[in-house]
C-alpha cells in the first residue's frame, strides 16, 4: 500500500476517536475470525469493507425478489426486502449520526440484517421451521440464517470473514420484538455469536442483546422502517383505510409513513443522546406497540393477504421432501446439485448434514426461483393489483 493511502486510514481511525461518541465502536477494534494479510495492507476501514463485502454477496444480490410482506401479488410500489433493508440503513444510520455513532457499522448490519429471510417472507419462514425442526436441526430463524450465508455459505463455503460487531448486529436485530430500551451486551466473543445461534435455533424466544449501540440502533430501525410502510402497502392494496388507524396512535405517531418516521426517529434521538442505551419515550413506546397490534390484526394476520398461504406450505414441504431424496439418492441433475452445491467447499460439505443443506438452499431462494422449482400445475396465480 502507498504510503498517502496508509496515512490517509490511520487518520480516519484517528477522525473516529475525535468525533464518535465514546460508545460507540471504533474501525480500529473491529475483530474477524480470522486474519487476512491483504486486509492489513488494505486501507479502507473493517467496518465498511464489511458494507463492501455485503453488498458484492450473491444473498444481497437475491433481496431484489424477495416478499416483505405482501406476496403473489403484481403492484411495482409494494415493499419488497432489497428496498426494506436500504430504508433500515438510511433510518438507521441517521440516527447514528446524530448520536455518534459508526456509521459504517450501521450500514453493513443494515443491508446484512434480512439475508437469511426465505422465499414469501415471515410464512415461508415459519413453514422452513417446521419443516427443520421435524427433521432434527432445529427451529429456522431468519437472522441465524443470514449469520449462516454470510459466515458459512457464501463464496462457495468459504464465507466473507466479517467482523465480530457486524455478525452480532445481524444476529440480534429481532425488529420484531417490542423493546423500550436496549442497552448493549458488549462482553460478547465469537463462541459468544456461535453459543447465541445454537440456543436460538433451540429456543426461538430465546432473548438476544446486540453488543454495541450500532446494533441497538438497527434493531430499532428495522422496526421504524416497515411499521408505516407496511401500513402504506396495506392502504396501497385497499387491506386497510387510513382513517381506520386508531386515533391515540394517529395523535402520537401520525397516519402516514413519513410522520411516523419523523416522530419515532426524533424521540430515539432525543431519549438516547449521551447514553448508553437506545430507547423511547414512554409515550411513543406505548403508542408504536399498540400500531403493531394494529398491524398484526388488521394486515399481517388478514385473511386477504394469507388466501394462499396453504398452498405455499404444501410447496415448501415438496420442495423439502425432493431435495432430501435427491441427496439421498445423488441424483446430481437436481438443482440442489446444479444450482447449490457445485464447486461448493469441502469443508461445507463435510460439516452440514443433508437436512442442513436443503434448508440453505430453500432459504436462499428468491420467490420466483422457488415458484419455478414447483410442479407447474400446484403454482399459485399472480395477483394484479
Known sequence: MTGILDTRKLELDRREMRIYSDHAAFSAHARRRYPEKRLQDGYRQAFAL??????????????????????????????????????VSK???????????????????????????????????????????????????????????????ERKGRGWNLCLQTLDGILCHDGEIHNQVLAPRKDKNFDTLADEMTRKKTDPAFALMPMTLEGCVVRMADTVAYIGRDLEDAIRLHVIQRSDVPRDIEKVLG?????????????????????????????????????????LKRIYLNPRIKQYSHTIQKLFEILFCQYLEDLEKENCKSQIFVGFLKDMSDEYIQSHHSAEVVRDFIA?????????QCPEELRPAVEKA
Open 255 to 295: 397516519n402516514t409513513n413519513g410522520t411516523i418516521v419523523y416522530n419515532l426517529v426524533t424521540d430515539i434521538i432525543k431519549q438516547s443522546h449521551g447514553k448508553q442505551s437506545i430507547a423511547f419515550s414512554d409515550e411513543v413506546s406505548l403508542a408504536l406497540k399498540r400500531l403493531k397490534d394494529f398491524n
Open 91 to 153: 433510518i438507521a444510520r441517521t440516527i447514528g449520526r446524530f448520536l455518534g455513532l459508526n456509521e459504517d457499522l450501521i450500514e453493513a448490519i443494515a443491508l446484512g440484517h434480512d439475508i437469511g429471510h426465505t422465499p414469501f417472507g415471515h410464512d415461508g419462514e415459519r413453514f422452513l421451521s417446521q419443516l427443520c425442526y421435524q427433521a432434527g436441526i432445529g427451529y429456522f430463524m431468519h437472522n441465524v440464517q443470514s449469520i449462516q450465508f454470510l459466515d458459512r455459505v
Open 50 to 87: 464489511d458494507t463492501d463485502r455485503i453488498l458484492h454477496s450473491s444473498a444481497y444480490t437475491r433481496y431484489i425478489d424477495k416478499t416483505q410482506v405482501f406476496y403473489l401479488i403484481q403492484n411495482d410500489h409494494i415493499t419488497h426486502r432489497v428496498l426494506h433493508v436500504q430504508l
Open 364 to 372: 436462499g431462494m428468491t420467490d420466483r426461483y422457488f415458484l419455478d
